[in-house]
Every structure is written in C-alpha cells, then in structure tokens.
C-alpha cells in the first residue's frame, strides 16, 4: 500500500532507530515495527471513547451497529458528545487539559487538529497505515490532509472516487424547497416563479389542512434555533436555492459570480428574513419555533404539523413512510422558476471532520483496523445507515437477488420505506433506527460505487428500489416533472443545480482579535434576526434591521466580513484548481 511520501520517510527512519514515543498496549512504539496486517480476531474486550463534536448521542453504542464492531473487533465504543453534553468547547477544553481527549477522535480540519497534533494528543499512525488496505483508493487524500505533518496524524471524512464537479449527494440535493406534494396539488399546482410566490401558496396549503391527524395545528414553517450561529441557521437554507453559502458574515456563490455580506440591505439572508416576516403576519410560522430544537421539530414533521421543508433529510426522512405515501401524501421539492440549487461535488480530499487515534488509546492498532473497516463496503454500508444513506449490513436489510443485483430485505423494506423494524436478536436486536451508528460521521459517501455491485452504497439508487418505490406520490410527481426519475436528474436537465467543487477548503484559524469581534457579532446578529421574524409590523422590522446592522458594526462586523470575504474567495480558488486537476 503507498504511503503519504513524508509518512514513509518518517516511519522509516524513527522505527529503525527506535525514536516513535507514543504507547501501544503499555510498550513503547518505538518497539513496534510498521505492520502489513491486523489479526483476525481480538481476545480481550475492551471498551473505548469516542470524542466526537458532531454526534448526536451520548453513551455507549447499542443495537445492531453495537453487535456488529462487537464480533468484528471485541469492542464497545462509548461515545462522548459535546453536543449532547451542551455544546461549546467547554467539554473539549476540560479534555484536552487532562491530556486525554479520547481513544479514537472525531474533530474538523485545522485549528483543533493543529493543537491535538501539536499538543501530542493523537498518534502518528504512520506504523498502522500499510495494513489499512481499505484507505488505499483515499490515499490522495490521506496524502493532501497529512502534508507538512511529517506523520499520519489525521483521516479524512466523506472521500469519494467520483468526480468533484459532479454532484455528490445522490437522488436528492442537500437544499431545495420541499412542499407537501399532496397539498400543493390540490391547489393545482400553483405557478412559483421565485421565493416569495411560496407565501401565497403555503397559506392555501395550511387552509387546506389545518389541524394535523394527532389534533395539533399545522403549520407551513416551523424553525429552531440549536444550530443558530452567525445568524439563524433556518435563515441561511433558502439562500441556497440560489446557489449561496456562506463562510462567517458573507455571502457567495461557488462559482464566484457573486460575492456580498450577510446584511447588505439586499443580502440573501435579509431576504429570507423578510420572507419569514411576512409569513408570521400570515400565521404560518409555528410560534414554538423560538424555543424548540431540531429534535423537537422533526417531530412534528412526523406528525404531520408541518408543511414546508429545507432539506429532503428532514421532511422526506420524517414523513414519507409507505403509509402516507401510499395514500399520495408527502414531501417533494415544488421547483421555483429562478432558482439554481446548491450541490456540493464529492470532495477529492474529504471533507471537514478527521479520525485520529489518541496518543493514550488502550489498543491503538485495534482503532486502526477500526477505522480502515470503517473505509471498506462492509463498514460503508453499516456506518452510513445512521441517516439512512447507504443499505445496511449486508443480509440484514439487503441482499444479492439471483442476477447479482441488490435489494432490500423485508427487514431492509420496513426500516427504510415503512419508517422502522425490529431487529433480530442475532443481529443485535432492539430498534434498527435506534442501533444504527452513533458516529454520525461517513468516512466514504454513500454515493460512491461499490465495485461488487457497480451501483452506489446508498439504495435509493438502485434500479430495484426504485421500482419498489413508486407510489402515487412519486407517480405523480414525476408526471408533472416531466418524467424525471429523480430530483437530481430534473434539476440537472433543467439546469438549476449549481455544483460547489469539492475542494475540502480548510478555514483558517481566526486570530485572537478576529475570534473576539466574532464571538461579539454573532449572538447580536441571531438575537435581532429572531425578533425581525416575529416583529409586529413592517415598521418594527425595519428598524430592528437598522439597529442590528447599526450595533454588529459598532461591535466590529465589518473588521471580521473583511476577512471573511477573502476566504470565501480563497475557497473559490482553491475549488477552480482542484476542477482544472480532477475534473
């Protein structure tokens, strides 16, 4: 297996004279030699910790996932979740004050990899690297996230082979305005040429079906806030229609067509603003939306309380289970005229989370086989499951048919399409939705390829599920998109996809003074942007607006948008090198 150039410098050289430092087991490395493969079985259970800043789930693993990297490596993971335990860096800074952040260590790129890194918190894997075979196809981003690192410190997240110009989130964008199909049929599927045409047409929609079959009332939107950040995060979703993101306080384009700030007067995120304004004044925001959280919402999209969805991962997920769908109900996106989505291509170096192995892990070989399992189809198919991107393990919820092409099991049909299965003691048992992995990190996007099968590890691409699929509610969407199979073929052949290249930009770590005026900004920004939605006249919101943009100035908004813009273009650049190289 090649190694990153510098790695097999390194390695070479300190194994040979007995220099490497860090513990294996209770031995000192430098008595452990590169290894070219990992046992078949581990004797002694151990349990270790998993720090992970983007999980969801505190706890030791359970269920199916549990019993599975229990057979395969006699090991429980008991993961550590900052977001659980209140997010912040309050739980990382205490760790890393102990000198020990974990076993195995889920953080992002830069800053905090710099300082595990540096601090002599994660191990140079370089000893582990020739036996994970699985990481071979990725080693170019291997490569790319260890340069200058004279090591193997760190593996990528979301790598992928297929190409970084070409869309890398399968049948469905991350973004796209989502309607309850079966509502906004009944209106006659109303013409929506931009954004603001959705008002109208929500306000029918909710007249349509007031009150949910649990007795709660409907609403068209409902948002929360545990994600806010630089502003309202449900704020920053419709800009992406248009083809925005953001980096900080601005505003842009992937193709560097356009670059603006966050409150311009004409800025996207203003608008969207204005947008939610005048659908308060129209009683279509639910008014618990100030106080609720992600999990609290997507259970009224469970239950059928609301009507409009950013994402295809939150009102499909929620709500289109067979029986709705069945019965012609459920989300699709309801194209606007003008839009150009947002789609992010598959990232050459992966993307923003890293895996590293902590300098004081109990059995850091065992977390490398770990890891490099976690690369292979076996470990893509399980750990991407969790947000029902890929199929599962194999002969649980999918199988081989008799011409060698996959599809899903009956357990398989009942977890993915019927919204939930129990699973089989011999698997695990217990809820498949509850056992799947607690990481909520894919090491391989689910859209990649299996070269077993020649189709992707995610089963809504399958020919087979998509046959098993079809619905009254897909019928008809498709009838009146022109017969696209999906929603990613109709945006693609009405060119309103517009593609970020996945470039795997890093961040840069912001200065002192940066970092301050940022903390100072933000929670000005998120404060007035919630009163603005709720504000009781057009009056009101217009003077909040000036108050807010007057304050974050006074605070230092422009000093930080300064260096924001820059990287926002630095990232543009980086994302027309790597198209020229890849694409």
């Known amino acids: 297996m090649k190694l990153p150039k510098k790695a097999v410098a390194v390695a070479s050289a300190l194994a040979m004279v007995g220099l490497l430092t860090s513990c294996i087991g209770g031995a000192p490395e430098g008595e452990r030699a590169a290894i070219s493969e990992f046992p078949d079985k581990w004797d002694e259970e151990i349990t270790i910790d998993v720090f992970d800043e983007v999980a969801n789930y505190m706890g030791v693993q359970e269920g199916w996932f549990a019993d599975l990297v229990k057979k395969k490596f006699n090991m429980k993971l008991n993961i550590i979740a900052p977001n659980v335990a209140g997010g912040g860096d309050t739980l990382y800074n205490t760790r890393v004050s102990a000198g020990n952040l974990g076993d195995l260590i889920f953080v992002g790129k830069g800053k905090k990899l710099d300082e595990l890194i540096q601090g002599g918190l994660v191990l140079d894997s370089a000893p582990f690297y020739p036996a994970m075979e699985n990481v071979e196809k990725f080693d170019t981003a291997v490569t790319h996230l260890n340069d200058g690192k004279d090591g193997v410190f760190a593996f990528p997240t979301q790598v992928s082979s297929i190409k970084p110009t070409e869309p890398s989130e399968g049948i469905d964008p991350t973004f796209g305005p989502y309607v309850r199909w079966d509502l906004y049929k009944q209106l006659g599927y109303p013409e929506l040429n931009t954004l603001e045409d959705l008002l109208p047409v929500l306000k029918g929609m909710q007249d349509l079906e007031p009150t949910a079959p649990n007795g709660a009332k409907v609403y068209a939107l409902s948002l929360f806030k545990d994600w806010d950040g630089s502003g309202i995060v449900t704020a920053k979703q419709p800009p992406a229609f248009y083809g925005y993101e953001e980096m900080g306080f601005a505003v842009a384009k992937p193709d560097g067509s356009d670059y603006h700030a966050l409150l311009d007067d004409d800025s996207e ?3 969207t603003l204005k947008f939610y304004h005048e659908a308060n004044k129209l009683g279509l925001i639910d008014p618990e939306s100030t106080t609720q959280n992600y999990d609290t919402m997507f259970s009224k999209f469970q239950n059928g309380q609301v009507l409009f969805s950013w994402w295809p991962w ?7 289970t067979d029986s709705n769908t069945q019965a012609g109900k459920g989300f699709q996106i309801a194209p606007l005229e003008d839009m150009d989505v947002l789609a992010f291509g598959a990232e050459v170096y992966g993307a923003g989370q890293t895996a590293s192995i902590g300098s004081k892990a109990k059995d850091p070989e065992r977390v490398a086989a770990f890891i490099d399992w976690l690369y292979s189809p076996e470990g893509t198919y399980a750990n991407n499951s969790q947000t029902m991107g890929a199929a599962g393990p194999k002969g649980l919820t999918w199988d081989l048919d008799d011409s060698g092409q996959p599809v899903l099991t009956e357990l398989g049909k009942q977890a993915f399409i019927g919204g939930e299965a129990e699973v089989p003691a011999e698997w695990g048992g217990g809820s498949y939705i509850d056992g799947g992995s607690a990481l909520n990190v894919s090491m391989v996007l689910p859209a990649d390829i299996d070269e077993a099968t020649g189709l992707p590890f995610s089963y809504k691409s399958w020919p087979s599920y998509q046959e098993l699929v079809k619905t009254p509610l897909s019928e008809d969407w498709k009838a009146k998109m022109g017969d696209a199979p999906t929603t990613m ?25 940066i970092q301050t005026l940022r903390k100072q900004v933000e929670p000005v920004i998120v404060q007035y942007s919630w009163k603005m939605v709720f504000a009781g006249s057009d009056a009101e919101f217009d003077q909040l607006k000036a108050d807010m943009q007057a304050e974050a100035k006074g605070l230092g908004y422009d000093k930080v948008l300064e260096v924001d813009l820059e990287r926002a273009k630095k990232r543009n650049e980086e994302r027309d090198k790597v198209a020229k190289e890849f694409g």
């Open 314 to 320: 939150l009102g499909q997920a929620a709500y289109n």
């Open 269 to 271: 995120y203003l608008r």
């Open 489 to 513: 073929d109709y945006l693609k052949d009405n060119d309103q996809l517009l593609v970020a290249t996945g470039a795997s930009y890093t961040t840069p770590t912001d200065s002192s003074e």
